[in-house]
């Protein structure tokens, strides 16, 4: 009689087994309760030889062998159609069986194989070229008499968007299928968070494992895929180069759809999507220093400049860029016409290139690198071509033909800058600033060209100024010695006419202005400083020699201070302002009416020292003494150049006293030697000046 019970109940069990499958609405949370139930009544009896229930014992028995196959089906179909009932039952049934590892590993095994297939087939070369062969020709390409159809060219632009079209489905699939696996594994965690409150030993689970491993391997596929399309075409890996950004975009954006979407997935696992496409942005990156490189390769020749036919290759540009803004600026700014095309070359591979790469911040961090590059070599083939030898930095002559070329190379390191900063600013692509500084600090080289050509120009200048001052000391200034220093009136002195030497060096100011200086717009800081530090080194010159230039006798000094006035006049062309002199001015003007003054009204004059230097008052007093007590240069048998590179060689003050002080100490020993009781009347006082001056600058 029990068995006979057991097989009724197997009976009513296989009844509400088959209710609970039903195609339509399949509730595999019971079936599987019912199918643990049926099982527990085969524990104590054989009921295969009971006859009735054979059939329903068939049906148990094909029920649970297909079941797991159905859920899996069953939670792949719910999954995509979001259907959270179905999943759950499916869950609910994969927790009883005890099994649900499994058929979680194999629906996410059937979704990767989906993407998998995606990745191969829409990757895959020869694919693409059947699928783009097979389009139908259009009505006008075909039954003409003699007419064939004839295949498909491997590198049409079709192949180009239907490559493009497989990669946007791609990228789709990667995306919609993590979020069902996401979802999936969602519920099947908060179905086993109650099912494991009913269960003494049920495991702990890893939330996310599921979704984090299917999002790997659909990574490593995709990377697999990309690097296979590149080696089996080369027209497919040249648009993966070409086109990276394009390939950028479509990644970005799907890492931007599931970070709004995931549950599961972190920073470091959305990188791995953007970091399955890096060798590919190398390879962007390479190409992209190749274009930018290229118009300055193809604009300067080894150690030479671009030549007007050089120039005219890149016209073109305007013709076919008429819309870029960057022509207007350039057609508006008569400037910049000069080697405009060169120019404009340079500027619009920049521009290109900063608009491809503004969609990410690393890309343009790399592809500004590049600029940064181009523009270091754009300055060092600028440097190259500067002309060092004695024709580029003469001054005597009119402008030579290599002075020309170094001021051009000047007039080419500015369009670089002015254009390269006008690009920066008046992008509006959203390139981060962060990528722009490096494009910013390298274009301050520019500053490199320009003073290497200005410098020993400025130099050559300043020599040439000296060599005129030199013979300052071959005029007489002796003239009236003994005559009252306060007898003479500052009418006088301004109504004095100036020297020889100050006429020649008039005339000199004003041609390296109208020769040389006028090359260059002084408006420029860069430049203006480079003309006033020329200016500064005159007047500091003048000064030097003005002071070292002996005897001077009272007519002398007026004759000196009328100089004074004159030089101011030499250097108006120069077109500077009176603090752009700087301290030299100062000097220039406090040490002209000492030349007017006792040694001893010198001696306490508050502006010796602070204003006038000390060495520059006593070299002055030495003029004023007898010709035993001669100048630092002539105790040391030097001619007053010689002197003169000393004093530049040791610009420190306390230097320069210390050799004035072996002078004087110098006389004073000949004068012991002499037997002589008496200095000189200026002695003490130069003497006491020089101590204070010491005491001023101790070691």
């Not at 994969?94 to 649900?100: K, Q, R």
């Not at 993966?240 to 394009?246: C, K, M, S, V």
Request: with cysteine; charged share 25%.
């Amino acid at each position: 009689m029990d068995l006979l019970r057991k097989a009724n109940r197997i009976s009513q069990a296989a009844k509400r087994l088959r209710a609970c499958m039903t195609d339509d609405s399949a509730d595999f949370g019971k079936a599987a309760v019912v199918v643990t139930e049926i099982g527990s009544l085969f524990q104590d009896y054989d009921l295969q030889s009971v006859t009735f229930v054979e059939t329903d014992l068939k049906f148990v028995a094909d029920t649970v062998a297909s079941l797991p196959n159905r859920i899996v089906e069953s939670l792949s179909e719910a999954v995509s159609t979001q259907d959270l009932g179905k999943i759950g039952f499916a869950v609910d049934a994969c927790l009883v069986f005890g099994n649900v590892e499994d058929v979680l590993a194999g629906v996410a095994k059937k979704f990767f194989s989906t993407v998998q297939t995606l990745i191969e087939t829409g990757l895959d070369h020869q694919q693409l070229v059947q699928s783009d062969a097979s389009r139908p020709t259009t009505s006008s390409a075909k039954n003409y008499p003699g007419r064939t159809t004839l295949p498909s060219v491997q590198n049409s632009p079709a192949l180009r968007t239907a490559f493009w079209g497989k990669l946007d489905v791609v990228f789709d699939a990667i995306y919609q299928h993590q979020i069902r696996i996401e979802l999936l594994e969602s519920v099947y965690l908060g179905r086993y968070e109650q099912y494991a409150l009913y269960s003494v030993d049920a495991p702990d689970v890893v939330d996310g494992r599921i979704s984090r491993d299917f999002f790997q391997r659909v990574v490593e596929t995709l990377v697999g895929g990309l690097n296979r399309c590149g080696k089996e075409s080369t027209f497919l890996q040249q648009i993966l180069e070409n086109e990276f950004p394009r390939l950028l975009k479509m990644v970005k954006d799907t890492v931007n759809r599931l970070r709004s979407a995931t549950l599961f997935l972190d920073g470091p696992n959305l990188a791995a999507l953007r970091d399955a496409i890096s060798s590919f942005q190398s390879l962007f990156v390479s190409r992209s220093l190749s274009r930018l490189l290229e118009p300055v390769n193809a604009g300067f020749g080894e150690n030479s400049l671009p030549t007007g036919e050089d120039l005219t290759r890149y016209r073109v540009f305007f013709s076919h860029s008429v819309r870029n803004r960057f022509v207007v600026f350039f057609l508006n700014n008569p400037l910049f016409m000069r080697h405009s095309c060169l120019c404009f070359s340079i500027f619009r591979s920049i521009t290109n290139e900063l608009v491809v790469c503004s969609a990410d911040e690393a890309l343009a961090v790399l592809v500004c690198g590049n600029i940064a590059r181009q523009l270091r070599l754009i300055f060092v083939k600028l440097e190259s071509a500067i002309a060092t030898d004695g024709e580029a930095t003469q001054v005597i002559g009119s402008l030579t033909g290599k002075q020309t070329r170094n001021f051009k190379v000047i007039d080419l390191a500015y369009k670089v800058k002015f254009g390269v900063e006008k690009v920066l600013k008046g992008d509006k692509s959203g390139i981060p600033e962060t990528a722009k500084r490096s494009v910013e600090e390298i274009v301050q080289a520019y500053e490199g060209p320009v003073r290497n050509v200005l410098t020993p120009l400025r130099e050559s200048l300043a020599d040439s100024v000296e060599s005129i001052l030199l013979t300052m000391h071959d005029e007489d200034f002796s003239a009236n010695e003994d005559a009252d220093p306060h007898s003479v009136s500052t009418p006088e002195i301004l109504d004095s006419t100036c020297s020889r030497y100050m006429r020649e060096l008039q005339e000199f100011l004003l041609r390296a202005q109208q020769t040389f200086f006028s090359q260059i717009d002084i408006t420029q800081p860069l430049l203006r400083s480079t003309v006033a530090e020329f200016a500064r080194r005159c007047v500091e010159l003048f000064i030097r020699h003005a002071s070292l230039v002996r005897p001077v006798g009272t007519r002398g000094r007026l004759k000196l201070a009328g100089d004074f006035a004159q030089l101011e006049a030499a250097l108006a062309p120069l077109n500077l302002k009176s603090h752009e002199y700087g301290r030299e001015l100062a000097v220039l003007k406090a040490f002209r009416p000492l030349l007017f003054q006792t040694p001893g009204e010198i001696s306490e004059n508050s502006t010796v020292g602070p204003v006038v230097p000390f060495s520059v008052a006593l070299h002055h007093l030495f003029s004023r003494a007898p010709t035993d007590l001669q100048s630092p240069y002539g105790v040391s048998g030097w001619s007053v150049s010689r002197y003169s590179r000393y004093l530049d060689e040791h610009p420190r003050e306390r230097d320069r006293l210390l050799g004035i002080s072996g002078g004087l100490d110098g006389y004073a020993q000949a004068v012991r030697n002499r037997g002589e009781t008496h200095y000189a009347v200026i002695y003490p006082v130069m003497k006491e000046l020089l101590g204070r001056a010491l005491s001023a600058y101790p070691i």
